[in-house]
């Protein structure tokens, strides 16, 4: 078992922990959105006949989700971290959906997850009560199969658009986003405006991006990038990027771009990133010595997340309603790589032999 497998479960605490923390502010009204195993009963006003809408089988857990959820739905953007099997449908060498990807999954087949069990937004499902959110590419796109949230990530993506582009097709953050939008528009269709509003503002957007920036383009240098960018600046760039999506931009030509904000998310979990100067490929290219992570990379990484915890915190102040929660994967991947007897003997001995 590979490290990149074992690593996705042991950060989901810190996940976890942060948006839970914050679960009273998640929690939505149960006047507003009731519901059952079978059917979401949406209500509008008090008084008012609800309108009912039926809720497909979808792939779920072995254990039943909890009831009532926190939120009424889970919605995810992201790379090959979170992607769920949007990939399966493109073309690119990026795909999990061939062994030994799955093996521990609860179906113990390879379903797109590039991970040999369940990823972090699957235990995070869980956790909030809701069942696994399926990928926006493998769904027929009936407001049943969406109503409790879509998972949008696809491997190679990056803030980037061309991040990752040597491996093939891939969704980029800006395709996600438009993905996204379409889907709120059928909800609008469906339910009505102020009730698809009150849904999608009560979610949860889980957002983990921004690793393949580093990976297939900066230090892959990429158009002669590090030329072009000193790393200060080229992180600069990525969490702007990241900070138009989500509140947008005042100038007039992007003065009718939809941004997350615009579309009522509220609700939003922004992963940092892992410490990528540790991962063996680096260790070998940088001729590491006894197996220290190379400082130069992770410092890179150390200053994106630097400036998206104080994006957040900043987006908190200025957007009212906001509820934007940084998520610190560096410092969690860096306690389990140093203190790793703490976590169990397969990953003890994983470690060990990096």
């Not at 992963?271 to 991962?279: F, H, N, R, T, W």
């Not at 104080?310 to 940084?326: G, S, Y």
């Amino acid at each position: 078992m590979s490290i990149n497998l074992v690593l996705p479960f042991l950060l989901l605490s810190v996940a976890t922990s942060s948006i839970i923390s914050q679960s009273k502010a998640l929690r939505f009204p149960t006047e507003i959105y009731n519901f059952s195993s079978n059917n979401i009963t949406v209500i509008a006003n008090p008084g008012t006949p609800p309108q009912s809408v039926p809720v497909s089988p979808s792939p779920s857990p072995t254990e039943p989700p909890i009831s009532p959820p926190m939120v009424p739905a889970l919605f995810v953007i992201g790379d090959s971290s979170v992607d769920c099997g949007n990939n399966n449908y493109l073309g690119t060498f990026a795909r999990a959906d061939h062994p030994p990807y799955g093996r521990d999954f609860d179906t113990h087949r390879p379903t797109g997850r590039f991970c040999n069990g369940r990823i972090p937004v699957d235990y995070l499902a869980l956790r909030l009560g809701l069942p696994f959110v399926p990928s926006y590419l493998g769904q027929a796109g009936r407001i049943e199969d969406m109503v409790r949230g879509v998972n949008y990530a696809s491997a190679g993506a990056g803030i980037i658009f061309s991040s990752g582009s040597e491996l093939g097709q891939h969704i980029s953050f800006t395709q996600q986003i438009q993905q996204f939008t379409d889907t709120i528009q059928q909800f609008i269709l469906s339910m009505g405006e102020d009730r698809a509003n009150e849904l999608i503002s009560n979610s949860v957007l889980y957002v983990s991006i921004g690793i393949n920036d580093y990976i297939h383009y900066y230090l892959f240098n990429v158009s002669n990038v590090q030329n072009l960018y000193l790393p200060w600046s080229f992180n600069q760039f990525l969490a702007s990027t990241m900070r138009q999506e989500i509140k947008g931009v005042a100038d007039l030509e992007n003065l009718m771009k939809q941004n997350l904000y615009n579309l009522n998310v509220r609700r939003v979990v922004v992963m940092g990133l892992a410490p990528i100067g540790c991962a063996p490929h680096y260790l070998w290219q940088f001729n590491s010595t006894n197996g220290e992570c190379v400082k130069e990379i992770n410092d890179m990484i150390l200053e994106f997340n630097f400036l998206m915890r104080f994006m957040t915190v900043d987006l908190n102040h200025e957007l009212p309603d906001a509820n934007i929660i940084f998520c610190d994967v560096f410092e969690g991947s860096m306690d389990i790589i140093k203190n790793h007897e703490r976590y169990g003997k397969i990953v003890s001995s994983i470690l060990s032999d990096i």
